[in-house]
């Protein structure tokens, strides 16, 4: 049953050193506050989970909260590499992690099972690719109806999902507008169910009832935070901050001025900058 917490205490309550967590949201509804929250309580020995990491989880890699990571296509949309995740891979700073690269369709089915309660998930893929040479997760078996041979993975069952969203009413219902990507299976295979949203409204009435992706007894925690997806872009309330992540390559490519930048913006970031970011955002 969906509670409502501040920012702060979803985090707390729901994200501990060790866990298993998946930062979820494709191209769109990214949870930069969620995860940002994250950072400053300092958890520690994640396994961080995410269909495309972006620069959310470059600022956790390169923050030293990730001992590993389970990815498919991993980059800064539109601009080239994740700099931290690669300073971390290449010459273990500020640590070494672990990585497990997928497909994207393998990284969707996963999410499917895990809200399936399967151990695995079965499906058509791999097929002429060499990824399983250095993905020892990547089996194949043979259909017991048909012959064929198909790739089996490990399911994804996170200890908590995080995802942002555009409302949620009161009882906890969330509704998300455009993309959906795999929000909604990636909380179903979690534990706990963290979602952060713009708003809270009286009822979902007047919206269509697709758009309710998630049901209030499935979800833990709901945090009201506007602007929480931003730099990415919520739907019909503010768009891409594109220069953020043209920006970010410059602020990503050098380790003092990342340390600088997360220090001032993300550490030392006050309720005021927020607000005022977020009203600039809405303008």
Known sequence: ?????SLHDAVANNLFDGDTVAFEGFTHLIPHAAAHEAIRQGKRDLTLIRMTPDMIYDQMIGMGLAKKVVFSYAGNPGVGLLRRMRDAIENEYPRAIETVEHSHAAMANAYEAGASGLPCAVFRGYKGADLARVNPDIRSLTCPFTGEELAAIPSHRPDVTFIHAQKADREGNVLIEGIIGVQKEALLAAQRAVVTVEEVVDDLRGSHPNLCIVPHWAITSIAVVPG???????????ARDNAAYLEWDRISADRDLFAQWMDANVLKA?????????KDLLA
Do not use: D, L, W
Request: no cysteine; net charge negative; aromatic share 20%.
């Open 1 to 5: 049953m969906a509670q409502f917490q």
């Open 228 to 238: 929480g997806a931003h730099p990415s872009y919520t739907h019909t309330y503010y």
């Open 270 to 278: 006050t309720p005021e900058m927020f607000e005022t970011r977020v």
